[in-house]
């Protein structure tokens, strides 16, 4: 009887199973969308050849009228799945006005079926490995594929025989117990396999959906009103944060998208997700209309939709009534704990209420100053609302830091998380920006263990890992900051778009992988400054100059201005930068301000200006208030002008000993 095979194909790290409905990368299952996967296995099948997009069309939507939109996000998504960036297409290629090609070198795999082996029929030979047919070749494109092991042409079934000189009655029963043995040593393996197996299918399958809740847009012309748009798509987003089943992208990630024209392709594209939520509202005196509808995105069919009609003093049910329906459509499955604390909430006082989402509003424009004084407002009409004190605690530190507010800021910050969670023990937003502040100030060792509590209740939380890779890089674990920060990005690509950066990195001396590594936008001050700070270590002064001063010119705040002293330094212009550094200095010390990686910041800048007597006294700081990366230390080139001093040498020491206790305590 003819063995029959299955057919499969490989590709670098990839390996894609069309039988199987399976693409894994290392071993590691890929999700990936029907369409999203009938389109790969398209590009795979015909690799090397321009394909158009009727044919395409034809191949993967066959009778059905679908616009080019939904190709182009299917191609986006592919290019994230097989982790390509822009400017280096590894695999596939967009020939403009054509089609596309997928380049990468392709080795086509027929395996044995699986029910013929289990039948006991012989296999006649390998795994058979052949190239595809290409009519170009890049072996750099992808990595090298390695054939499958030859297997034995042995029957599976043939008897092994016993010699006759072994088979006495005592040796047989000896056999015999060997013989259970290892077959239970076998079978338990097995099981043991198909158990971990199992396991690892449900916990990669738990992440259902990938959802964004866009602004809910204004359609009356009372621009008073606009604030409601973001903030009732943050509560939302707020209220279906536990649920493990469903990655939400953060309010961060849709807050530019408040006052612009949304093209629903293209958002979701830029946001990676396969499932949008919209809506509009209109506020006429006491009475509020909201009509949204739950959207997916590769069929563009509308998975639900619906107009809730209530009192303007009933804003708190919104969140309630939306959230159930994004459940329902999406045919979730919640877990009793997911249920517990995705109910119905306390009731809060509706003008407390409405005083919270003008605040959260705020924060998302980081107008901090006019957020607190809206969640004070909020706090002083109801003072038992647990988000609002979590929201103020943020706006309060980020005030802190960022506007030079200082340690008054930072005490009210950690007076308003922990009465946070005093009214709602283990909520998400407070505890993630309680450990914010805990590393910011100084006590890292006490953020890690809540991040890692928190971490248990939210797994598939984006934020807490990046906040734990934060946590690891003020205490030197450099690798394991990236890891933690890599898995995040894993669960969400766009949790790096709050202004997060991945420093480690760039502690590693690893500075291509900095700058690939920092958000794409580059009109925010943050990552300017960033960016330059990258380039200015890869010794690309005038670019570096370019982004510092351009960071500094579009909001003067601390990062900013350390970037300013360095651009001062590269034209030559060294008492300008050290000025520059010791009015940061200045205010630091005056008001408080707990932020000792930018210290440390201050500190190479001085260095690199030529003043050591105050690079070591910033060092110092950094390190007393709780920025400890010892190997960084070591091996920054930017300190390098105090590297022989002894004062340097005692500050190392300080900082090895806090870096060695962290390091034995929690690794």
């Known amino acids: ?138 072996s750099a494109l992808a990595s090298p594929v390695v054939d499958e092991e030859q297997v034995s042409s042995q029957p599976l079934n043939a008897p092994v025989p016993i010699a006759p000189e072994v088979a006495r009655p005592g040796r047989r029963r000896w056999m015999a117990i060997s013989a259970l043995v290892i077959l239970a040593c076998i079978l338990l393996v097995v099981g043991y396999s198909a158990y971990r197996k199992r396991a690892s299918s449900r916990h990669l399958a738990a992440v259902q959906h990938s959802l964004a809740i866009l602004p809910l847009r204004n359609v009356s012309q009372n621009s008073n009103d606009d604030f409601l748009g973001f903030s009732l798509a943050d509560a939302v987003i707020t209220r279906l944060g536990p649920v493990t089943s469903l990655t939400v992208r953060p309010s961060s990630a849709i807050e530019k998208y408040k006052t612009q024209t949304v093209d629903l392709p293209k958002v979701a594209a830029e946001l990676n997700v396969d499932t949008l939520l919209t809506g509009t509202f209109i506020h006429d005196g006491n009475d509020l209309r909201i009509t949204y509808q739950l959207i997916d995105v590769k069929t563009e069919k509308i998975i639900a939709r619906d107009m809730i009609n ?33 109910k119905p909430g306390e009731p809060v006082n509706p003008r407390a209420y409405e005083y919270y989402l003008r605040g959260v509003d705020l924060v998302g424009s980081h107008d901090f100053p006019m957020a607190i004084k809206m969640l004070e407002k909020s706090s002083e009409i109801d003072p038992n609302y647990a988000l609002t004190w979590a929201y103020l605690g943020q706006s309060y530190e980020s005030a802190a830091s960022f506007e030079f507010g200082g340690v008054e800021l930072y005490r009210k910050a950690e007076t308003a998380y922990e009465r946070a969670l005093t009214l709602q023990p283990r909520q998400l937003e407070a505890s993630m920006f309680l450990a914010n502040l805990l590393i910011d100030t100084g006590k890292v060792e006490q953020a890690v263990p809540l991040l890692r509590e928190t971490l248990k209740n939210n797994p598939n939380n984006a934020a807490l890992y990046w906040e734990l890779g934060y946590a690891y890089r003020f205490a030197g674990m450099l690798r394991e900051s990236v890891e933690q920060c890599e898995r995040a990005l894993q669960i969400d690509p766009l949790v790096k778009g709050n202004g997060a950066v991945l420093n480690a990195y760039l502690y590693l001396g690893e500075y291509d992988k900095f700058l690939r590594s920092l958000p794409e936008a580059d009109d925010a001050a943050f990552i300017l400054f960033y960016r330059g700070f990258g380039e200015y270590h890869l010794k690309k002064w005038d670019v ?19 970037g300013k002293a360095f651009s001062e330094g590269i034209a030559r212009k060294n008492p300008e930068g050290l000025e520059l550094l010791r009015q940061l200095e200045d205010k630091i010390q005056k008001r408080g301000v707990s932020d000792p990686e930018a210290t440390y910041k201050i500190a190479q800048g001085y260095a690199v200006l030529g003043d050591k007597v105050s690079a070591l006294r910033m060092l ?3 390190i007393e208030h709780g920025f400890f990366a010892y190997p960084y230390f070591m091996n920054d080139p930017l300190l390098g002008s105090i590297h022989g001093e002894p004062e340097f040498q005692e500050l190392m020491s300080i900082a090895n000993q806090r870096y060695t206790a962290f390091k034995n305590r929690f690794f």
């Open 1 to 138: 009887m003819e063995l029959k095979t299955e057919r499969f194909y490989e590709c670098g790290p990839f390996r894609l199973e069309p039988c199987e409905h399976r693409l894994t990368r290392n071993g590691s299952p890929v999700p990936l969308a029907p369409k999203a996967f009938e389109l790969l296995v398209f590009l795979v099948q015909n690799q090397g050849r321009l394909v158009t997009k009727d044919q395409i069309m034809q191949a993967v939507w066959p009778g059905s009228f679908v616009e080019d939109a939904n190709l182009t996000v299917s191609i986006s998504v592919l290019r994230r799945a097989l982790g390509e960036k822009d400017g280096d297409l590894r695999y596939i290629e967009t020939v403009p006005k054509k089609g596309y090609r997928f380049t990468a070198s392709v080795k086509e795999v027929r395996s044995p079926d699986k029910d013929a082996i289990a039948t006991g029929e012989e296999a006649s030979g390998a795994a058979k490995a052949t190239p595809l047919p290409s009519s170009e070749t890049n």
């Open 310 to 342: 209530l009192k303007y003093d009933k804003l708190l049910t919104v969140q309630d009534n939306v959230t159930q329906q994004i459940i329902k459509g999406l045919e979730l499955n919640l877990t009793p704990s997911e249920e517990a604390q995705i």
């Open 544 to 562: 570096a100059a370019k982004d510092f001063d351009r960071a500094y010119t579009l909001d003067p705040t601390l990062y900013t201005q350390i």
């Open 620 to 622: 110092r700081a950094s």
